[in-house]
């Protein structure tokens, strides 16, 4: 499984690398141009609450690279800052419309592949008291989840959980619970879970598939 995936990564790389691809050059003050057939889109949205990166392949093909989404505070830092354009909204609400401002003309909004770096607030959503509630399942609606809401993701890509650690595990859970920082902390990763739960549970229901790709360990399997 190990060696049949390196090659499959190869090849691709390889691919990339020989590919010419054509993107668009926005100028300053300017607004941005829509995206053409050919050519590559790729937008790095600030909403002053973590990383979000949103693709649009030559091809018309969708990408959502993370959707951070921290606690909306009054306490600022260089990794927490006002929420952007403005308050009016939450994070991933405006992720949402930043996609529909930018989906192709003439194209429903969707999001053909969404992955996660990496388990961290600002790259895939806090949990918060505040956070409001799905109607499709039992988690809260922040960062990625909360876009996934809005917007149908066809095809989750998820580098999975086991990898430094067990972040499923009952000992990590009743060590983070020792600390109420970390325990929030592993509150937003278990909401991200329940999230991909659901996903799973409804997959019969839907045309969306839910690939779980662990690129560290031998035995990942591929849930469609």
Not at 189 to 208: A, I
């Amino acid at each position: 499984m190990r060696s049949k995936l390196f090659y499959l990564v190869l090849a691709f790389c390889c691919t990339i690398s020989v590919t010419v691809v054509y993107s668009q050059v926005p100028r300053k003050g300017e607004s941005l141009p829509p995206w053409q057939e050919g050519l590559l889109d790729l937008h790095h949205i600030n909403i002053g609450r973590g990383n979000v990166a949103y693709y649009i392949f030559p091809d018309g093909t969708t990408m959502l690279f993370d959707a951070g989404e921290q606690e909306a505070t009054t306490t600022e830092s260089r990794r927490r800052s006002s929420i952007h354009p403005n308050g009016s909204r939450r994070a991933y609400e405006w992720i949402a419309h930043y996609i529909n401002q930018v989906t192709p003309q003439g194209r429903n909004p969707v999001i053909h592949y969404a992955i996660l770096s990496h388990y961290h607030d600002d790259h895939m959503g806090s949990w918060y008291e505040t956070a409001p509630k799905s109607a499709k399942g039992d988690y809260r609606l922040t960062g990625i989840t909360g876009v996934a809401e809005l917007i149908p993701i066809v095809v989750l890509l998820d580098r999975g959980y086991n990898f430094p650690y067990d972040f499923k595990s009952k000992a990590l859970e009743d060590s983070m619970k020792k600390n109420p920082v970390t325990y929030k902390y592993w509150m937003g990763m278990d909401n991200y879970f329940r999230f991909v739960r659901q996903r799973e549970k409804d997959k019969s229901e839907r045309k969306s598939s839910l690939h779980l790709l662990n690129l560290f360990r031998p035995t990942t399997t591929a849930l469609q």
